[in-house]
């Protein structure tokens, strides 16, 4: 088993992904979609994660990560042909109900079995290269899905992205002791029941800031395209700012088990939260290009440290034998916050503008960083003590 070619199978279906959510804003604007439409072809994406992801990561710790990395893989590259194949907006819907439906198998058993890779702070490295891996994606997804719409048109974008899955179910397939089988832990199942995990404070707390990171996340993919357009930007140019957040996820990516190692990973998730609140009050009032590039890129800074770190911690606290499920839990969390954030949001951007949907965030994100901050505190306590 082989921790880079898992990275690599990854970055492929997410690169596809990632693309797919700015395709599937853009093509719905040509169609003519307002934003509460858009909001609800993105809340399309997470409906039934929100109900799959615990029982997706059940399905990880009992049977292993291949079979549900394979349905994941194939289910994605389903998805993507349905627009190519049926232009129109129902097929934008089934696209986003089934790419949801089938890919939280896929992410939820890869990010367990990232976990079983090593043990403290070499769990955090392998899960900041992970991250690093989809932060590229972040980078390579929108910048592919904008050129590929200016040189092949919406169908053809997405006929080229459906490519991308078929990488990684081939070589799942094809190679049975690519990945490895379930881990057994004795007394592993015993109380199987969500409620014990939810009981656990500090499971819970990471859960709760997950959630609060993700609508910042779903800002970003869902309402900036929709901003970068109303202000005059291009397909390309705005592949071009979200390839710059990005690029920033693969930098912050890139120092943060040094900064964990400075302090601790509940000071980092607070730190970069904090960074993130500020950058999107300014956020509205900006209709400049290079400008608006330069503050997706700090956004990236802020929220690119949120995901890894938030699976080390849930990962870490999660009980023996557990961690598929705990990370499963962890997407449910996140899943919820991608229906109801798109479906608010654009309710919100439709009836009174960009300038409160990015200052409502802006409060979200600073109160989760307030929850990190008492977090690292109680456990410095708790060491000195």
Same mark, same amino acid.
């Given at each position: 088993m082989a921790f880079y070619p898992v990275v690599l199978v990854t970055v492929l279906n997410h690169v596809a992904f990632k693309g797919s959510k700015v395709l599937i804003s853009l093509f719905a604007i040509e169609l003519g979609a307002s934003p509460f439409t858009i909001g609800l072809l993105f809340a399309m994406y997470s409906v039934f994660p929100v109900f799959l992801s615990v029982h997706a990561g059940r399905v990880s710790d009992r049977f292993g990560s291949r079979p549900p990395m394979v349905f994941g893989a194939c289910g994605l590259a389903a998805?993507?042909?349905?627009?190519?194949? #049926? %232009?129109? $907006?129902p097929a934008l819907f089934f696209s986003a109900t089934l790419i949801g439906l089938c890919y939280i198998f896929?992410? &939820?058993? &890869?990010?367990? +079995? =990232?976990?079983? #890779?090593g043990e403290g702070?070499?769990?955090?490295r392998y899960y900041s290269l #992970?991250?690093?891996?989809?932060?590229?994606?972040? +980078?390579?997804? %929108?910048?592919t899905a904008g050129f590929a719409i200016e040189g092949l048109g919406h169908r053809g974008a997405y006929l080229l992205l459906a490519a991308f899955p078929a990488l990684p179910a081939l070589a799942l397939l094809a190679v049975p002791g690519f990945l490895p089988g379930p881990r057994r832990h004795q007394g592993a199942h015993a109380g199987r029941g969500?409620? =014990? !995990? $939810?009981?656990?404070?500090?499971?819970?707390?990471?859960? =709760?800031?997950?959630?609060?990171?993700?609508?910042?996340?779903?800002?970003?993919? #869902?309402l900036l395209p929709i901003y970068a357009h109303s202000i005059g930007l291009g397909a390309s140019q705005i592949g071009l700012v979200m390839g710059g957040y990005g690029a920033a996820? $693969?930098? =912050?990516?890139?120092?943060? %088990?040094? !900064?964990?190692?400075?302090?601790?990973?509940?000071?980092? !998730?607070?730190?970069?939260l904090l960074v993130a609140a500020l950058v999107l009050l300014a956020f509205p009032f900006v209709r400049d290009f290079a400008l608006l590039a330069a503050l997706a890129f700090v956004l990236g800074l802020g929220l690119g440290c949120g995901s890894p770190i938030s699976l080390v911690l849930a990962y870490?606290?999660?009980?023996?034998?557990?961690?598929?499920?705990a990370i499963g839990l962890r997407q449910t969390v996140n899943k919820t916050v991608e229906v109801l954030v798109p479906v608010a949001f654009g309710s919100l951007g439709t009836a009174f503008g960009m300038v409160p949907v990015f200052w409502l965030d802006a409060l979200l994100l600073a109160a989760g960083a307030l929850i990190m901050q008492r977090d690292a505190r109680a456990q410095a306590a708790r060491r000195g003590g």
């Open positions: 998805g993507l042909l349905l627009p190519a194949l #049926f %232009p129109g $907006l896929y992410v &939820v058993s &890869v990010q367990s +079995l =990232i976990g079983s #890779f702070a070499d769990r955090t #992970f991250s690093l891996g989809i932060g590229l994606t972040s +980078l390579a997804g %929108p910048v969500v409620g =014990i !995990l $939810l009981a656990d404070a500090p499971l819970r707390r990471v859960l =709760i800031v997950a959630g609060i990171m993700e609508t910042g996340n779903e800002l970003v993919n #869902f996820l $693969l930098a =912050i990516r890139t120092a943060m %088990p040094a !900064l964990a190692r400075l302090s601790s990973e509940e000071r980092v !998730l607070a730190g970069s870490n606290r999660s009980p023996a034998g557990r961690s598929g499920e």
